[in-house]
């Protein structure tokens, strides 16, 4: 799935939870026979109880539904939650929830922060948006600005054949579990024949997935695929962005061989760090001509891009150690012309409407400190996919939610500190 492109398909760009969460709900209450759904964050607030009545109105059908949810990003669920959901069959598994110790959790790295639906094996969802009611509007000034894609066609198959094996491997026997990650390939799975199933659309796509077995940097790969081969124009959208220096080269090589390379960053972060790591690289960026814009109206959480007419992507992956090195992510890249420029006009509308413009004379530094920090990012840059895979990279694991809620007696089973 990682590396082909798969013919026949349709995908609708949905914005922000106003155009994601009502689609979602929709397809997951009519569902006729089978919902997987694995998400990094479930909040019990409005958007996380329209969600558990979308998958009760399912359930109560005898629709079979599977949902993942990460441990660390999704603590606070009470018990009545899940055992809503666990008592009328939905299957709630829970990603690495690992022990606290001291009241903390032991292990925050390599977390499940894929965003993926899919419903009747027909349709499918992957993106950024989380299932927390910070992604509305009416949230207020901390409203996230997002994006997620409705998948109609051939990819869908082989979307819903890769949550299923994630199932599988996550409820191995340990032993198992840990022969086959040492052995860096999951066990094998049978390949829907993807190319003979019915068509829905004339756009082209890859299922792209990043973990720490065989996988371990196919989105970044894809990006700097696409911004090497791009001859007009590269849009890049992302919330979190530090990425490796290899990445951080093309850009700059695009836009010194006359490419109008832009990037939409945050200008009002959720969290400081953010916009201080990205504020590191702008001199550089600055200088190779790369134009650097600041989403100013509320925090922006998407992770989309596009280059000239055809390539596109959307899905969960920041262009930040945690998910270039860490997490495991999924992305669809798509090449479709109409998708691309549905996308791009969205994108512009966004700078000229709701970004301030980074300048030169913004950023323009001199002296001996500006120096000896360009050289620390430098290298910083060149090396830390690198430092960060040496990180422990634990055997997944999936627990079912009620069996955790039974040896914690109801208690909560992560801790606080997420970046989504």
Sequence with gaps: MNGRWIPGN?????????????????????AEREVLLETFILFEDKVGKALQQALLTAARRGVQIDVTIDGYGSPDLSPAFILALTQAGVRIHVFDPSPRLWGYRTNVFRRMHRKIVVVDGTRAFVGGINYSADHLADFGANAKQDYAVEIEGRLVAGIRQFVLAQLQLGQEP????????????????????????????????????????????????????????ARRRVILAN????????????????????VDVRLILQGQPDMPIVKIAAGLLYHHLLAAGVKIYEYRDRPLHGKVALTDDEWSTVGSSNLDPLSLALNLEANVIIKDHAFNQHLGEHLEQLMQNSCRQVLASDVAETGLWVRLRSFFVFHLLRHYPAW?????????????????????AGADYVNEGRVS
């Design 174 to 229: 340990a032993g198992n579990r840990l022969q086959n990650f040492l052995r860096r390939r999951p066990a094998p799975q049978a390949t829907p024949d993807l190319d003979s199933l019915p068509a829905a659309g004339n756009a082209h796509a890859i299922f792209v997935t990043r973990d720490n077995r065989e996988h371990k940097s196919d989105i970044e790969r894809h990006y700097r695929i696409a911004i090497r081969g």
């Design 388 to 408: 960060f895979g040496w990180l422990p990279a634990h055997v997944p694991r999936l627990t079912l939610a009620e069996k955790l809620l039974d040896a914690n």
């Design 239 to 258: 919330a979190y962005f530090f990425p490796g220096y290899r990445l951080l080269r093309q850009l700059r090589k695009a836009a010194r061989r006359g």
């Design 10 to 30: 349709h995908f609708t760009l949905l914005e922000n939870g106003e155009g994601f969460f009502p689609r979602v709900f929709e397809c997951i209450a009519a």
